[in-house]
T-cell receptor
């Protein structure tokens, strides 16, 4: 079984400050991990993914995440927040095992606010 | 590139009415999924279709049925709508059997059941 926990349903940062969104996962098999972003009234857009290659993954819009197996974590960071980063962010996990359907299990989401 | 197209974008139903949410993808993806999104609960999988001709239940299938009409289309049907089914519904697709590819999402259907 797999699950994802995102710590903090709301995070607020000032423009230019570090963004840190936390994600911990549980998986009985080697996981694939994803971060998605959702802007208001839109669908979800893939930010980045970990698929067992490099543990530090770079995504779009200056975001990156590091896979830490010992901590079962996949936290999302950005060195300097921009007003346009305000959105809801979802962490998700899937099995890396072939023929398990590729189903994504999502966390509860973290809403990021950016203050001027 | 249309990607994943969902119709309608908005719908209001009365309790007990039925409706079908439509989803079509033009990326030649094998797998398609239906999720519902509720505040504070993230996205929960309703049904999925790993490949054309197959469908399986997800986490919250009660009150829903699906049809994989062909490789492109995957519809979600509410036979007798209930207020608890008020939600935003997302369709997604992926290039199965490559689980590392992630999904492409539609823009959602906002459903209100009164």
């Amino acid at each position: 079984a797999q699950s994802v926990t995102q710590l903090g349903s709301h995070v607020s940062v000032s423009e230019g400050a570090l963004v840190l969104l936390r994600c911990n996962y549980s998986s009985s098999v080697p996981p694939y991990l994803f971060w998605y972003v959702q802007y208001p009234n839109q669908g979800l857009q893939l930010l980045l993914k970990y698929t067992s290659a490099a543990t530090l993954v770079k995504g779009i819009n200056g975001f990156e995440a590091e896979f830490k197996k010992s901590e079962t974590s996949f936290h999302l960071t950005k060195p300097s927040a921009h007003m346009s980063d305000a959105a809801e962010y979802f962490c998700a996990v899937s099995s890396s095992i072939y023929n398990q359907g590729g189903k994504l299990i999502f966390g509860q989401g973290t809403e990021l606010s950016v203050k001027p | 590139n249309a990607g994943v197209t969902q119709t309608p974008k908005f719908q209001v139903l009365k309790t007990g009415q039925s409706m079908t949410l439509q989803c079509a993808q033009d990326m030649n993806h094998n797998s398609m999924y239906w999720y519902r999104q509720d505040p504070g609960m993230g996205l929960r999988l309703i049904y999925y279709s790993a490949s054309e001709g197959t469908t399986d239940k997800g986490e919250v299938p009660n009150g829903y049925n699906v049809s994989r009409l062909n490789k492109r289309e995957f519809s979600l049907r509410l036979e007798s709508a209930a207020p608890s089914q008020t939600s935003v519904y997302f369709c997604a697709s992926s290039e199965y059997p490559q689980p590392g590819e992630g999904y492409t999402f539609g823009s959602g259907t906002r459903l209100t059941v009164v």
